[in-house]
């Protein structure tokens, strides 16, 4: 999560287009409270990303 979030918020820095492949099914609340703070700042950062600058992000 840590790694996504500063690849997002270098790109939105730079205003750099940003494109994820997720191969995920997310996080799941066995995996501890750190996995769902994570998914948190990568949403949080893409916000941002959209909101600020209106760069162009895809998710596939």
């Given at each position: ?10 790109a939105?820095?730079?205003s750099?287009p940003v ?6 099914g ?5 995996e501890?409270?750190l996995s769902?703070?994570?998914?948190a700042?990568i949403s949080s950062a893409?916000?941002n990303?959209q909101?600020?600058?209106k760069?162009?992000y895809?998710?596939?």
């Amino acid at each position: 999560g840590e790694k996504i979030t500063r690849l997002i918020e270098y790109a939105t820095n730079q205003s750099l287009p940003v494109i994820i492949v997720c191969a995920s099914g997310g996080a799941r609340m066995q995996e501890g409270s750190l996995s769902l703070m994570q998914m948190a700042k990568i949403s949080s950062a893409s916000y941002n990303y959209q909101s600020n600058k209106k760069l162009f992000y895809v998710s596939i």
